[in-house]
């Protein structure tokens, strides 16, 4: 299974941002598809995941700032990331885990998109 990531970019402190990611592959179902994120020299952290039962957790830092939705028949993800702040700067990585046509599971990750908040 492979994610593609678009979206990512410059904006100023205050401005939104909408990431996307597509999974492509023989997908029977998802378990968890969503966002997490890197900054310079911490520890990957996560932003937000939606399950397959359409249970939705953000991290302590974006809630309230950002709004994680899907659509199923595209096996995409959307995050829309509003009020951005400087400490958002980060790269990006959509990951998704499930089950293939097959039933064997898979837990992939995208290549990361940039996002830098700057003015």
Do not use: H
């Not at 959307?78 to 089950?99: F, H, Q, R, V």
């Amino acid at each position: 299974v492979q994610l593609v990531e678009s979206g990512g970019g410059l904006v100023q402190p205050g401005g939104s941002l909408t990431l996307s990611c597509t999974a492509s592959g023989s997908i029977f179902s998802f378990n968890v598809m969503g966002w997490y994120r890197q900054a310079p020299g911490k520890q990957r952290e996560l932003v937000a995941i939606v399950t397959g039962g359409d249970i939705t957790n953000y991290g302590d830092s974006v809630e309230g700032r950002f709004t994680l939705s899907r659509i199923n028949a595209r096996n995409t993800v959307y995050l829309m990331m509003n009020s951005l702040k400087p400490e958002d700067t980060a790269i990006y990585y959509c990951n998704a885990n499930g089950y293939e046509s097959n039933w064997k599971t898979f837990d992939s990750w995208g290549q990361g998109t940039q996002v830098a908040v700057s003015s």
